[in-house]
């Protein structure tokens, strides 16, 4: 999915946030008998794990950044 189809308001909100906002789209999803009506949930969470995995490699590449730099540190000592 395109970054714009994103909403910006998701984009602004802290991985916990994000993450609970989820497993509450699946507790409803879960809760659905007729799976019509969940079409919209299902696109919506499909987006929010984008968005989670976006973040999360972020994090992942900043933690990486200051781990390397950190070690660079320790061997320039």
Do not use: A, G, H
């Amino acid at each position: 999915m395109k970054e714009k189809n994103f909403p910006n308001n998701n984009d602004l909100k802290s991985l916990d946030e994000l993450t609970k906002e989820v497993n509450q789209i699946i507790e409803n999803l879960e809760k659905e008998k007729n799976l019509e009506n969940s079409i919209e949930d299902y696109q919506k969470l499909i987006k929010l794990n984008n968005i989670i995995e976006r973040k999360f490699q972020s994090s992942s590449k900043n933690i990486s950044s200051e781990t390397k730099d950190k070690i660079n540190k320790i061997i320039k000592k």
